[in-house]
């Protein structure tokens, strides 16, 4: 039977929140370094939480604590994502040493103040991924992907499977209660566990959901049982997974399935499949089809497996009724060719916006001298002929300009931007150059837009910089103005240049989620770099500095942290 922990405590309280998060769908809001409530900014950063006050024209550090219960030991985890529900902090982090994911639960107090208030583990292996995010949040439920590799040497193979625990300082394994019911496991159809190999092929891929209210949560679980290789995406109604074999594996039947798994709780449905999208950007539910971008020697999205080669590319897209009870497969009509034979030696990053789906390619990282690519654009809802956009540079990230796209890759030692109009036709309007530099951060979170009126607005993206021998110099965010697709330079807020703090850091000491964030809140702009938030005055076609606030509190730590199991 199905052990359920039980939901008590008072409804979240309701709280200003604005989203400063550069998500995929609208109201599914994604795990980050970064948050904004009320008043107050919200940052996680190298184990610790920290709140930042904004409101009424100030600029002031409140609170610090550690991202971790206290008590605890921290070894072997990382604190990689930030959510906000009402005034509950969720961190998410994955423990090497426990085996599995820690969701931490914090307490923001209307003047800034930090309070933990309960830590729970939930059994899982190393969610990460280089492109994707591990958690989502509709309004008060948290979706959580985690993979679980399977045993099938071990003398009980529940010992693996979704459980939940509350922590406390003397936890035991015993403290465990199952969220994943036998009748919730769903097999891909042709993948026999004799046939997909070793320990790590063997694989449930288990969706989370998670009920919040007060202290506790209400969670529940479903998994795919398949080969390891994955991709997953949320919409606002399901959550999609992709499961494939590896190329090495021996597999002899179709090896890649996709899966819907509905939130309000419906059994999944399937559809077989060939190729694999590259990463949850891939994805788009709308109108009532999926359409997904796959390519034949995509490995899927787990780790760093998002960088390697993609291979012939094409558009699947098929009516959601299509999915059933896995028996069916896509026809070969399901899929559009796509053009792009280069991608067979590089990368390739796509978005799907408005009514256009563009995807262009960037280095690989066992070619780095591929030549330059051509971006393209698909109306994706008609089958069209894709258009070929010259850029003149390797596209590493696309994103929205509103209704166009901007793209964004190195050419030589500079920083491109190129903006693009989706409208008629696809076609390149303008290109702006940030010379001496590369993207201080490839993830989609860097990256934020903000309009200012009818096909205008302001971009932030964080950069890197170097100077003539090609030695770093230093990061920063740079601001374009678009008007019109017309995009010009407003300058950078730059990080100090004093001596790196020593921050007595003791765990997450590596920023695999990046650093630095462009925030946007009401007329006011503001840049995160490491311990510095700077914020800028617009005046004109130019911003700078106005004032800048470190918001790093040395902390004094006991020589020997409780130890719990």
């Known amino acids: 039977m199905l052990e359920k922990i039980a939901v008590t405590g008072s409804k979240i309280a309701p709280v200003d929140l604005v989203s400063i998060t550069n998500v995929q769908t609208q109201g599914v809001d994604e795990g980050d370094i970064v948050k904004a409530s009320g008043e107050h900014l919200l940052i996680l950063r190298r184990g610790r939480l920290f709140s930042v006050r904004i409101g009424n024209d100030t600029l002031q550090p409140v609170a610090s604590i550690d991202a971790f219960a206290p008590g605890s030991d921290p070894s072997g985890t990382w604190y990689d994502e930030m959510l906000l529900a009402g005034r509950t902090i969720l961190v998410i982090g994955y423990s090497y040493d426990r085996g599995g994911t820690e969701i931490g639960m914090f307490e923001l107090g209307e003047d800034g103040s930090l309070a ?15 492109r994707n995010y591990a958690s989502r949040l509709l309004d008060r439920t948290l979706i959580f992907y985690s993979p679980i590799p399977i045993d099938l040497d071990a003398a009980s193979p529940t010992v ?23 009748q919730s496991i769903y097999r891909v159809p042709g993948i026999e566990p004799t046939r997909v190999g070793d320990f790590y092929n063997l694989t449930l891929h288990t969706v989370n959901r998670c009920e919040l209210g007060g202290d506790t949560m209400d969670c529940r679980a479903t998994a795919i049982l398949g080969p390891r290789g994955r991709v997953f995406y949320v919409s606002q109604s399901a959550v999609y997974l992709w499961t494939k074999a590896w190329q090495d594996d021996s597999i002899e039947t179709e090896s890649s399935m996709l899966f819907r798994l509905p939130l309000d ?66 026809s070969g009509a399901d899929y559009q060719p796509l053009p792009g034979a280069d991608t067979e030696q590089s990368w390739v990053s796509g978005r799907f916006i408005g009514d256009w789906l563009v995807y262009g390619s960037g280095e690989s990282w066992d070619n780095e001298e591929a030549p330059r690519r051509h971006a393209y654009a698909l109306r994706y809802g008609e089958r069209g002929t894709p258009v070929a956009i010259g850029v003149g540079h390797d596209v590493q990230r696309i994103d929205a300009l509103g209704h166009d796209a901007i793209l964004v890759g190195p050419a030589g030692p500079d920083l491109h931007f190129t903006g693009v109009r989706l409208d008629r036709s696809a076609s390149a309007v303008s290109a702006y150059v940030h010379p001496d530099s590369t993207q201080g951060d490839d993830r989609t979170h860097g990256f934020f837009y903000r309009p200012t009126g009818d096909a205008e607005g302001i971009v932030g993206l964080p950069a890197l910089h170097f100077d003539g021998d090609g030695e770093g110099d230093g990061a920063s965010v740079v601001y374009l103005r678009n008007r019109q697709l017309q995009l010009r330079g ?33 007329d006011r702009v503001f840049a995160l770099m490491g311990y510095e938030l700077v914020e800028g005055r617009v005046r004109g076609e130019r911003v700078f500095e106005r004032r800048r606030t470190n918001f790093f509190v040395p902390v004094t730590r006991a020589s020997s942290p409780v130890i719990d199991d």
Not at 116 to 130: F, K, N, P, V
Not at 276 to 296: K, Y
Not at 493 to 521: H, M, Q
Request: charged content about 25%; proline content about 4%.
């Open 116 to 130: 933990y208030r309960a830590t729970y583990h939930l059994r899982s292996d190393d969610y990460y991924s280089a």
């Open 490 to 522: 407003m300058g950078t807020l730059d990080a100090g240049k004093g001596d790196t703090l020593e921050d007595a850091c003791v765990i997450s000491c590596v920023d695999w989620y990046g650093n630095a964030r462009p925030i946007f809140i009401g």
């Open 160 to 182: 693996s499977m979704a459980a939940l625990r509350r922590w406390r300082r003397d936890s035991t394994p015993t403290d465990f209660m199952r969220i994943l019911p036998a």
């Open 265 to 330: 709780g419906g059994a999944p449905t399937a559809l077989r499949t060939s190729g694999t999208p590259l990463d949850q950007m891939s994805f788009l539910e709308h109108d009532g089809f999926i359409n997904v971008l796959v390519g034949s020697e995509s490995d899927g999205e787990g780790m760093w497996s998002s960088y390697s080669r993609a291979g012939e590319l094409a558009l699947l897209r098929v009516a959601i009724d299509r999915l059933g009870d896995g028996s069916e497969a896509a």
